[in-house]
């Protein structure tokens, strides 16, 4: 045997060390990136969340005198049915960040929104120190998922417990 086929062999497997070196690397990079989407998107639902909070008590608040009420349509949050002029509650119905489209749950009571809730059942990674304005039900007491985060106004709104999925 050659020198030269000996060395050639030496590269050959020097090359193979580092692609394997290489491709470990990104398997570790591909989870950080991962981790941070998913904790980007967890804080977007979070804002979109609030909004849709605030718009419910402001539609609560804005109701006829005697006749508090939440609205019966993700929509009339966008142009306000019950009023004369032009009232906008929310400026529009936002995606879910966790599945791509605007396909919210809605909890309801006596035909009323008084939650919205993602539909996404991917695990949540912030479990703790959420915003007054998300409501664990008492049965998902970890908020192990999205879809048990319940987004709602904090001005009181009756609770929601024993929801079928």
Not at 104 to 109: A, E, G, I, S, T
């Given at each position: 045997m050659t020198a030269a086929s000996r060395q050639g062999g030496a590269t050959y497997l020097l090359m193979l060390f580092a692609v394997a070196a290489l491709g470990l690397g990104l398997a570790g990079f591909g989870t950080v990136w991962s981790t941070a989407a998913q904790r980007e998107r967890?804080?977007?639902l979070l804002f979109i969340g609030g909004e849709f909070a605030r718009a419910l008590a402001s539609y609560r608040a804005l109701s006829p005198a005697g006749a508090a009420a939440y609205p019966q349509h993700l929509e009339d949050l966008l142009l306000d049915p019950r009023q004369p002029f032009v009232r906008r509650h929310l400026r529009r119905l936002y995606l879910d960040p966790m599945t791509g489209a605007a396909d919210?749950?809605?909890?309801?009571?006596d035909g009323q929104i008084v939650a919205v809730r993602s539909r996404s059942t991917r695990q949540a990674r912030r479990r703790a120190a959420l915003p007054p304005w998300v409501v664990i039900a008492a049965e998902h007491a970890d908020a192990a998922r999205y879809c048990d985060w319940q987004m709602r106004p904090q001005d009181g709104a009756p609770p929601v417990v024993g929801l079928a999925r």
């Open positions: 967890e804080a977007e919210w749950q809605v909890d309801r009571v």
